[in-house]
């Protein structure tokens, strides 16, 4: 397990951009958005329009690509 994670935080390092950003909802996928957005986002947000996921995809500031791990990613606070 622990060369599995290692391993993992190596490929993620290797990330070939700054403008990708992770969210979750609390299940096994992890959404990906341009983190360069992230007010214009928060905009949609604060309109009360949608959640933030939701807001990334309609100003399509989401990417079409997510990470689906084997168990959940859950979503907490603090």
């Known amino acids: 397990e622990k060369a599995w994670v290692k391993k ?3 490929l993620l390092a290797e990330c070939p951009s ?8 609390g299940d ?3 959404s990906l958005f341009d983190v360069t957005r992230y007010d214009e986002i928060f905009d949609e947000v604060d ?3 949608s959640e933030f996921i939701p807001a990334a995809m309609r100003i399509g500031a989401a990417f079409n690509e997510s990470l ?4 959940q ?4 606070a603090g």
């Open 47 to 49: 309109k009360g329009k």
């Open 8 to 10: 993992l935080n190596k």
């Open 73 to 76: 990613v859950e979503s907490t």
């Open 68 to 71: 689906t791990f084997p168990n």
């Open 18 to 25: 700054n403008r990708i950003a992770f969210a979750t909802t």
């Open 28 to 30: 096994c996928e992890v």
